[in-house]
Structure formats: C-alpha cells, structure tokens
C-alpha cells in the first residue's frame, strides 16, 4: 500500500551545521509530497509543499525536491539555527486514497549551541 | 485572523466518562480530519470528513464519535469505549477542490485517569 518512510531520529547536530532528513514514499498515481513541522506541545505546521515531480519546495531556508525517479523528498537546510529543534515530518497526499494524507513517523532533530 | 481553533488545550477526565474536544475553523475548508498523537511517535487518523453532513472512520475510530453539522465546526466525543484515550489529540483542515495541505490546530492534550 501507500506509505512514508523517513530516517528515524534523534539527528543531533550543532549550530550552523548542514540537515538532512531522509524521505522516501510508495505510492499509487502523482501524489502531493509536504514536510511539516512540530515545535514541542503545538500542533503541526505546513513548512514545504512540493505537487509534481523536479519540483522544489522551500521555505525558511529548508528545501525539498520532489524526485520521481528515486521515490524521494529529502529534506535540506544549510545552516541549522537551535530554533529549528523540532519533530519533522514527511507526508503525502492526493494519492488513490483522495483526502487523507500519510504521514510518516516523524524525525526529531536536536541543535546544540 | 483565519485558523482553526482547540479547545480546552488540557482536559483532564475520570474514566468511564464521554469527553467532547471542540474544533472550530474559519478559513472556509470544505475537508477537517481528527488525528491521535501519543508520545514519541506520529499521528494516527481517527476520522474525517469531507463535506457537511457525511465523514468516514480512519484507522482508529474504535471508541471515538464525530460530528460534521457545519462546515467550520468537527467535534470529537470520546467515548468510555476508548480503551487508551490519553493522549494529544489534533483537529486539522484542508482546502478540498484537489488541495491536500493541511492546517491544524493547537492540540488538545486529554488526560484520563
């Protein structure tokens, strides 16, 4: 079936380091490919959005690109800040199961001083 | 401002007890879904709707009840039947018309005790 598969975590890094988060996805059709992020006791937020394959989705200095070829949506920030201390989680959606959206299990990344 | 709105944030209840988690959206989304957060780990979809008036079970609904009689309004009763019903609860909505982002809520975080 469709699903989301990301690197599991903690990633610990230190300030002004280089992110990367791992994403792969199965799925049926040309899904919708999202990061979200969630700061400790909120809800999530929509951090990228990227709709069809080769595109690039940023925001905040984060970036994504949607690869058809690999199945993949990797997450990349060049220089992590200790706000960005967060739980980050790769989703898809529009696939064969319409509304819903799959999420994966989120990555929780650490960013010391 | 347009968001969705949760509340109470921190709800505290004795077993055996049926608890109501309100939602309410104002940014005119057509789709709102209800997720279960435990600790550490991602969501999982309890239920959701597309249109007014008609919703469908996730992959969790066992225990939990829902509502749709408005389009900004989704509330969640849980249920005595729920047999685990302590944890962090997310209301989100989307666009609908083939826009899958979702925005969520604050959470509700519900203890049972």
């Known amino acids: 079936g469709d699903s989301v598969t990301q690197m599991e975590g903690p990633v610990t890094l230190s300030e002004e380091a280089f992110l990367t988060i791992n994403c792969t996805y199965t799925a049926t059709g040309y899904p919708s490919l999202f990061w979200y992020v969630q700061y400790p006791g909120e809800g999530l937020q929509l951090l990228l959005k990227a709709t069809k394959a080769d595109d690039k989705g940023s925001n905040k200095g984060f970036e994504a690109t949607y690869r058809k070829e690999t199945t993949s949506f990797h997450l990349e920030k060049g220089s992590v800040q200790v706000s960005d201390s967060a739980v980050y989680f790769c989703?898809?959606?529009?696939?064969?199961?319409?509304?819903?959206?799959?999420f994966g299990a989120g990555t929780r990344l650490f960013v010391k001083a | 401002d347009g968001g969705i709105t949760q509340s109470p944030k921190y709800l505290f209840r004795k077993e055996g007890q049926n608890v109501t988690l309100s939602c309410e959206q104002n940014?005119?989304?057509?789709?709102m879904y209800w997720y279960r957060q435990d600790p550490g780990q991602g969501l999982r979809l309890i239920y959701y709707?597309?249109?007014?008036?008609?919703?469908q079970k996730g992959d969790i609904a066992e225990g939990y009840s829902v509502s749709r009689e408005k389009k900004e309004s989704f509330p969640l009763t849980v249920t005595s039947a729920q047999k685990n019903p302590t944890a962090f609860y997310l209301c989100a909505s989307s666009p609908g018309n083939g826009v899958y982002e979702q925005y969520f809520g604050p959470g509700t975080r519900l203890t049972v005790t």
């Open positions: 989703a898809l959606s529009g696939y064969t199961g319409g509304f819903k959206t799959i």
């Open positions: 709707s597309q249109i007014v008036n008609d919703f």
């Open positions: 940014l005119n989304h057509d789709a």
